[in-house]
């Protein structure tokens, strides 16, 4: 790739990584509940699910912004509800804006592609305390799962005017979640399956975070996706992120929270390299269902 760092960059981003990750950890001696989760604000998701009969509702501002341009969704609406305590059903649609800088610089917006998705929670561990407790009201200690998701385009001209990707695409992600100790830890990793006008891509990413008692939650996290080359034009781009996020009850409510996440590049950012010097999500999530409990918190 082009633009590698120079050595001093290099030494930087490590000492960026691990500062946030000692920080996250002093957190978690404020309270003995642990209960962080992936998903919005965060870039990748957990195994989790929002409980049966329950719905979850995230609104909110996606940026991404790099040298040579940004993507912004707002808002982006993304819905989700629960099919017994192991399946989650998910649509996604936002409202999209492309950024172009430079010389040809220009703003291009309109209707994004939907997202549609299944995710199934296959496999959950409960120590023998949590057994105790009746299914569905328990909180795994580590759990795995897959999350098959669709990318469609909408009929307007968003394709031809530049504002969204052409589709359909198709994510097929694994991930995983576990208590150690006073940490929760939420992993995934997964490939985009694209087309002939976009190449294919690696995705990963890892979130450590803890959730106090008044159920706010901290998290931090480490994200990347790079491309595979199966297209001829222009150079292969990669992100790698570094960010912190979580969120809170507003105004006491547990059934509606603000999330919000502000992150960066851990590498050296080049104008042709993919790098973003910032990415951030700003919204509401809301938790509606007829009977909530505690483990209902636990998805995106």
Do not use: C
Request: glycine share 12%.
């Amino acid at each position: 790739m082009k633009g590698e760092p120079e050595p001093s960059a290099h030494w930087r981003a490590p000492r960026i990584v691990w500062f946030l990750l000692v920080t996250a950890s002093a957190l978690t001696e404020f309270s003995p509940v642990v209960r962080a989760q992936g998903g919005p604000p965060f870039r990748s998701d957990d195994p989790d699910t929002p409980g049966n009969r329950n719905w979850e509702i995230n609104a909110g501002f996606v940026g991404d912004r790099n040298p040579s341009g940004g993507s912004y969704e707002t808002p982006n609406l993304d819905l989700n509800y629960g099919v017994r305590h192991r399946i989650q059903l998910k649509f996604e649609l936002p409202l999209s804006i492309q950024e172009v800088r430079g010389d040809s610089g220009h703003v291009v917006g309109g209707l994004g592609n939907s997202l549609v998705g299944v995710k199934w929670r296959f496999y959950a561990h409960h120590s023998k305390e949590e057994k105790r407790n009746p299914p569905g009201e328990r909180e795994s200690n580590f759990g795995l799962s897959v999350y098959p998701q669709l990318m469609l385009n909408n009929p307007t001209r968003s394709v031809s005017r530049g504002v969204v990707e052409a589709g359909p695409q198709f994510l097929l992600p694994l991930e995983a979640n576990a208590k150690i100790g006073p940490m929760r830890i939420s992993g995934e990793i997964g490939y985009w399956f694209a087309n002939n006008h976009d190449p294919n891509s690696w995705l990963r990413g890892i979130v450590i975070g803890h959730e106090f008692k008044n159920k706010a939650e901290v998290g931090v996290e480490l994200y990347d996706q790079y491309e595979v080359r199966t297209t001829a034009a222009g150079p292969r781009t990669r992100e790698s992120t570094v960010g912190v996020g979580g969120r809170a009850p507003i105004a006491g409510h547990e059934s509606a929270r603000f999330i919000g996440m502000a992150g960066r590049a851990f590498v050296f950012i080049t104008p042709t390299n993919g790098q973003p010097s910032w990415v951030a999500y700003a919204g509401i999530q809301v938790l509606v269902g007829s009977k909530r409990h505690s483990s209902d918190y636990m998805g995106e």
